[in-house]
């Protein structure tokens, strides 16, 4: 049987709710009736666990040039040159639009004036980030749910899971109409109906075994543009954070580069220092390396974890610097102002993700993306510290004032009307154990064949691996009604496919892809993105709700 409820109608529909989503959602707000799915509690994603900050060229001593300089630098020869230099040009103004949002950014005196503390992070060579203390993320997040829950023509679906893009004929083109939406506590499953929907969920990061982002990373809005047809880029490129703190209750939990910036050093169990070995800049390297530096010296001493010492420094300054780090740490047994930290990799940002133009268009006419799900050129091949923030504000911009100029789109009135989602041919799971299985054997064989260091054999070992379970999902979202896991399931799987296809594409090394059988880089694909183009859309949601044409 099919929903009794009537298609909810809005003239954007925005999927996510993290700095992308709600941030693009107030710039529509003042002139189109927008609705926000939130998988979750709106102030619960990505963004609210940025610790570090957000980059922007804010220093008289600083200059554009340098800040894309060094992003370039960091990104090893893949990043798009003009979507850096739009970044980076639009970072002043999204500072200022943040501190007029009210996000409280940690302030210094200097020469009798207050003015913003800039931090420094990997790959930086400046002091360029700036941070609300150690909680940059939840600053932002708090002031962006603050200022949506003041905007009536903003209205927010808390526990909301978008399960597809609902695609349709209009005026003889396929477009984007809208999507179908589970809600998390009835299990039923919505129409929104939409000529515009902006595709703001974030990244990957959770196909990993061990990841530092929440639980909601999984890649739904990478599967679901691909199902609906939209190429995909660069997702080999999937970045791991050096340093999550080691402990078997500490879940995801990041020690913020910034505790690097700041004078933090890498050590091995004897208390040497190892990061000079890898890098002149030692541990101020960009991520890829300092990551896969850590993840040499683990397997060469057989050793679970390094140390991250910033205890050399005053403990005054560390709790004023690293508040929430040093409370937190301290709840696990650990004094970071007296003693190292143990640490390790763990998954952290999909530097790929759905094709997009400037604009934030992808390939589907109605479509956009903005923030970790898209692939926009900025990071190329590793993404540089603090840079994820800045692009999420400009590209939700972008995309907003884009929408905005458009003035022949469909009223979400006008829209053909799709078949209401079926359940007459599914029963209740009985077997939920097979969703939890699939779900933890996806994510250690990624872990284990995927990761920081790879082989063509262990890729390919993955693919095999893969598409079995793929087969599996497939059945089990055929025959049984649909969960908020099984629909992370049959995303994560999806995306995993698509991680080792791209990773089996690309026959060289270059930032965050290292493949033992060719170590190094090949300057003959310098600004060669890895481009998937997915199967035909039509059939991609047979039996379930005839959703497209």
Same mark, same amino acid.
């Given at each position: 049987?099919?929903?009794?409820?009537?298609?909810?109608?809005?003239?954007?529909?925005?999927?996510?709710?993290?700095?992308?989503?709600?941030?693009?959602?107030?710039?529509?707000?003042?002139?189109?009736?927008?609705?926000?799915?939130?998988?979750?509690?709106?102030?619960?994603?990505?963004?609210?666990?940025?610790?570090?900050?957000?980059?922007?060229?804010?220093?008289?001593?600083?200059?554009?040039?340098?800040?894309?300089?060094?992003?370039?630098?960091?990104?090893?020869?893949?990043?798009?040159?003009?979507?850096?230099?739009?970044?980076?040009?639009?970072?002043? !103004?999204?500072?200022?639009?943040?501190?007029?949002?009210?996000?409280?950014?940690?302030?210094?005196?200097?020469?009798?004036?207050?003015?913003?503390?800039?931090?420094?992070?990997?790959?930086?060579?400046?002091?360029?980030?700036?941070?609300?203390?150690?909680?940059?993320?939840?600053?932002?997040?708090?002031?962006?749910?603050?200022?949506?829950?003041?905007?009536?023509?903003?209205?927010?679906?808390?526990?909301?899971?978008?399960?597809?893009?609902?695609?349709?004929?209009?005026?003889?083109?396929?477009?984007?109409?809208?999507?179908?939406?589970?809600?998390?506590?009835?299990?039923?499953?919505?129409? &929104?109906?939409?000529?515009?929907?902006?595709?703001?969920?974030?990244?990957?990061?959770?196909?990993?075994?061990?990841?530092?982002?929440?639980?909601?990373?999984?890649?739904?809005?990478?599967?679901?543009?691909?199902?609906?047809?939209?190429?995909?880029?660069?997702?080999?490129?999937?970045?791991?954070?050096?340093?999550?703190?080691?402990?078997?209750?500490?879940?995801?939990?990041?020690?913020?580069?910034?505790?690097?910036?700041?004078?933090?050093?890498?050590?091995?169990?004897?208390?040497?220092?190892?990061?000079?070995?890898?890098?002149?800049?030692?541990?101020?390297?960009?991520?890829?390396?300092?990551?896969?530096?850590?993840?040499?010296?683990?397997?060469?001493?057989?050793?679970?974890?390094? $140390?991250?010492?910033?205890?050399?420094?005053?403990?005054?300054?560390?709790?004023?610097?690293?508040?929430?780090?040093?409370?937190?740490?301290?709840?696990?047994?650990?004094?970071?102002?007296?003693?190292?930290?143990?640490?390790?990799?763990?998954?952290?940002?999909?530097?790929?993700?759905?094709?997009?133009?400037?604009?934030?268009?992808?390939?589907?006419?109605?479509?956009?993306?903005?923030?970790?799900?898209?692939?926009?050129?900025?990071?190329?091949?590793?993404?540089?510290?603090?840079?994820?923030?800045?692009?999420?504000?400009?590209?939700?911009?972008?995309?907003?004032?884009? &929408?905005?100029?458009?003035?022949?789109?469909?009223?979400?009135?006008?829209?053909?009307?799709?078949?209401?989602?079926?359940?007459?041919?599914?029963? !209740?799971?009985?077997?939920?154990?097979?969703?939890?299985?699939?779900?933890?054997?996806?994510?250690?064989?990624?872990?284990?064949?995927?990761?920081?260091?790879?082989?063509?054999?262990?890729?390919?070992?993955?693919?095999?691996?893969?598409?079995?379970?793929?087969?599996?999902?497939?059945?089990?979202?055929?025959?049984?009604?649909?969960?908020?896991?099984? &629909?992370?399931?049959?995303?994560?799987?999806?995306?995993?496919?698509? &991680?080792?296809?791209?990773?089996?594409?690309?026959?060289?090394?270059?930032?965050?892809?290292?493949?033992?059988? $060719?170590?190094?880089?090949?300057?003959?694909?310098?600004?060669?993105?890895?481009?998937?183009?997915?199967?035909?859309?039509?059939?991609?949601?047979?039996?379930?709700?005839?959703?497209?044409?």
């Amino acid at each position: 049987m099919g929903t009794a409820q009537q298609p909810r109608k809005a003239d954007v529909l925005v999927i996510g709710s993290g700095a992308a989503g709600l941030s693009a959602a107030l710039h529509l707000a003042p002139h189109r009736r927008v609705v926000v799915l939130s998988k979750g509690p709106v102030d619960e994603g990505s963004t609210r666990y940025a610790q570090g900050g957000i980059s922007a060229v804010l220093d008289r001593q600083d200059s554009f040039d340098a800040h894309i300089d060094d992003t370039i630098d960091a990104g090893a020869g893949l990043c798009d040159a003009d979507a850096v230099r739009r970044t980076v040009a639009a970072g002043p !103004e999204a500072i200022q639009w943040l501190l007029n949002l009210g996000v409280p950014f940690t302030r210094e005196s200097f020469e009798g004036r207050s003015r913003l503390h800039l931090t420094r992070e990997g790959g930086h060579s400046a002091r360029r980030v700036a941070h609300a203390a150690d909680a940059t993320g939840r600053a932002i997040e708090d002031a962006l749910v603050r200022s949506t829950g003041d905007t009536a023509s903003i209205d927010v679906l808390e526990r909301h899971v978008a399960v597809d893009l609902i695609t349709s004929r209009v005026d003889g083109v396929r477009r984007v109409v809208g999507a179908y939406v589970q809600d998390t506590a009835t299990r039923e499953v919505q129409t &929104i109906m939409a000529p515009t929907v902006i595709m703001a969920t974030g990244g990957a990061s959770r196909v990993y075994l061990y990841s530092s982002n929440p639980d909601g990373a999984t890649g739904d809005g990478i599967a679901m543009a691909w199902r609906a047809g939209c190429r995909v880029a660069n997702m080999e490129f999937m970045q791991f954070h050096p340093t999550c703190l080691y402990h078997p209750q500490a879940k995801s939990f990041l020690i913020s580069e910034a505790v690097r910036g700041e004078g933090g050093l890498l050590k091995l169990p004897d208390g040497e220092r190892f990061m000079p070995r890898f890098d002149e800049r030692g541990e101020l390297a960009p991520r890829d390396i300092v990551a896969r530096a850590v993840d040499h010296e683990m397997k060469r001493l057989g050793i679970d974890h390094v $140390y991250l010492d910033i205890s050399h420094k005053p403990a005054d300054f560390i709790r004023e610097h690293f508040p929430t780090i040093h409370e937190r740490c301290l709840e696990y047994g650990f004094d970071m102002t007296r003693e190292p930290l143990p640490v390790v990799p763990a998954a952290h940002y999909t530097c790929g993700g759905v094709v997009v133009n400037p604009f934030g268009q992808t390939d589907l006419p109605g479509l956009y993306a903005a923030g970790e799900v898209s692939c926009t050129g900025l990071h190329g091949a590793n993404r540089m510290a603090s840079n994820s923030l800045l692009e999420c504000l400009v590209y939700a911009r972008a995309a907003a004032e884009h &929408i905005l100029s458009q003035t022949d789109l469909p009223a979400p009135e006008a829209l053909p009307v799709p078949a209401a989602w079926d359940e007459s041919r599914v029963t !209740e799971s009985e077997e939920e154990v097979v969703v939890a299985h699939d779900w933890d054997e996806l994510r250690r064989l990624m872990w284990d064949y995927v990761g920081i260091v790879r082989t063509r054999r262990r890729l390919q070992r993955a693919q095999r691996r893969i598409r079995i379970l793929q087969e599996e999902i497939h059945e089990y979202y055929s025959h049984y009604r649909i969960s908020p896991d099984l &629909i992370e399931l049959r995303n994560l799987g999806m995306v995993a496919e698509i &991680i080792v296809q791209s990773a089996l594409a690309r026959r060289e090394s270059r930032g965050l892809h290292y493949l033992l059988d $060719y170590p190094e880089r090949d300057p003959e694909l310098d600004g060669t993105p890895t481009v998937l183009v997915p199967p035909s859309p039509a059939g991609q949601l047979a039996g379930r709700a005839a959703g497209g044409s």
